[in-house]
């Protein structure tokens, strides 16, 4: 028994500890020792953390941070349920259409990060073009080199690459909602919109947390491909997260210890997200079982 | 019997276990001179490789350096430019040196400062060349009397005019800053999106960006560093970063455009003057024959300041595993025929002086412009602070997207850039 145990749990473990566990102590003592890139760095323990605190641009990271994931969880949850009820009504090439959807995920996050850098171009992107034929020239708008734009035009572009993701969780949980329910409520008189507030919205409770949490935890921590090669973080930091910032710190500014002491913020951050979700699931599964 | 055969037995198993060993010793001797032959492997990364201008002198040099040197081999590792700098100074510092490294002006002083490369005078002197023989930048491979490197080519700064776009204005080549603007003002058609100049206008990687704008505070004399000191708030700078908000603020250059959407507009004869070092001859050559034949090359002269020029640098990195044959092939690089072959396959100045072939002239006027400056500009790293050139630019481009994205006046930022660039040099 305890031999399977360790032969078939036995690679996963070691698989865990060459990629997670090493990784995250090497960045946490790299963490506790001085900001240089010569060999043996001095001890000089929480000193990093309280620099990074008591940075200047500290608060607006951690601002920028926020806002960027709130608006991914925010968007993907209202989008993703809007494209759900529409996709979970039956009409002819609904599988091509809930295909569609899914071309998002699909794309390469570079490749689309490009391709968005220039449709959201001042000058000469198509976004602009449309805009000044529909305006007789007189709208121009300036989505990446002025803030808060930056930051708005990023945060549209992951939620157009995260909306698939949003959109089928959103569909399984239509999905299981008992059509019981729905026909008690029409017997009872409901409308429309009756039928959405006290049938559909409770019974996507629980794949919203789920959703929510997932969301929080991956944007939070993830917030980099397409900020750093849109924007690089600005106009003047505007679109700057904690992830970017850790980056920018170790591999322009050769900054090591600084960057570990962001990359240990970052993960304790999305730590408390995944604790939440593992506590939802755990009181979900208590309930069912 | 049984006694006899299991010692025949024995005498078979000695022998055969005999056998294997001398065959054992003869692949280890014939594997230890393989191994020799292949240690004189030279590990020589670089994003050059596969560049079609540089990556073709390098192919040509590396299969004639392999052929007169039988058991020498290069190894041409790709790595893209993105990545090579960090992967570059991860590998040094962690003792997993190439044999040859490539460097840009402010991370070669880092190199040097931090005592990761070897000095290269003996192999210098004895092939006989002397700093004096190098261009100008070869001043920043110099520490306290030793060379750490030697400056593989390097690209000057200077104006890149489409004159048939200006001729067609009625406009003649820009000598000075108020000719400079009426080009700039008169070409500019939105109708068209023809500019009349591009210049980096958009937010992300500093060091890219610096490169783009500091030929045009480098004209007007303005100096972030000068001596090791910061010097961000002289007349000079304020006139430079005024002029930059302007042309950007008027909408008079491609804004939130990168410069490889800008490039190919002026290879394309969407935008009439472009600040560059000569490979952008050779692009444009590659690209647009038309537009290539309507260049124009001239200094761009906005004030009373010297030209800048962005150098690649070869150096030996201290641990490196092939130090000898690596400093022979950086003094083939050296040679009079290699130098002249730089220029030839790349439309870039070699480090050494005056190795600028007349033929190349008489063909490619535009270059002379390039040989001209090639003596004497200077580099783009801030003056005796290149060590920090990464932070230092990093701190200036904070500034710049600031001036030009968030309305900050000029005179505020000058004031506000010298002030961090004080306390950043402060704390070192």
Redesign the interface.
Known sequence: MNRHLVLFLGPCVAALMAFFIVPVWQTFVMSVHADT???NPAYVGLANYIAVASDRNFVRLMTTSVLYTAGNVIFVWLIGLGIALLLNRNFVGRGLVRAAFIVPWATPYVAASLIF??M??????ILNYLLGLLSY?QLRI??????PN?LISLTGISVWKLLPLGIVMMLTGLQSIPETQYEAARVDGATGLQRFWFVTLPGLRSTTITLTLLMMIWCFGRSFTAIYL??????????ETLVLKSYLQ?????KPATAATLGVGVLLISLVFAIAYIMVLAVGSRKNG | MTYIHTKNTNSRTASIIGSCLRTAAVISILGLAVGGVQAQQIDYPSYHWKEPTYGAFLKELKTDFESKNPGVTIKDTFVPYTSY??QM??DI?A?NAPDILTSLDPDFKRYID?DLLEPLDAYLEAAGYSIDDFIAPAQLAVKDGHIYGIPFLTNPRALFVNKKMLDKAGLPLPTNLEEFNKVVSALRD?ST?TFGVAIS???????MQFLEYAPYFASFGAKFFTEGKPTADTPEMIKALTFYKDIVDQ?LV?????FD?YRP?FMNGKIAMYVAGPFMGALTQSTNAETYSDLVTIPLQLGGGKPLTVTNYLAIPKNAKNKDASAKLLMTILQDDWQKRIVALTNTIPGRKGMVPDSILAENAWFKTFAELGDSATSYAPEGAEQYG??II?IIG?HI??M???GVPAEQVSTEMQADLVKFIESK
């Open positions: 890139m010569a060999p850098s220039l959201f171009n001042y000058d000469v992107g020239g300036d989505y990446l080199t002025s803030c930056a849109l924007t690089g973080g600005g106009p003047a930091g505007c679109s170790m591999f322009q500014l050769f | 700098v960090d100074y991860i510092t003792g931090a939105p999106q206008a958009q937010s992300g990687a500093p060091g909408g491609p804004k939130g455009a990168k959407i507009m990464s932070d990093n904070g997207e600031r030009l994205f968030t």
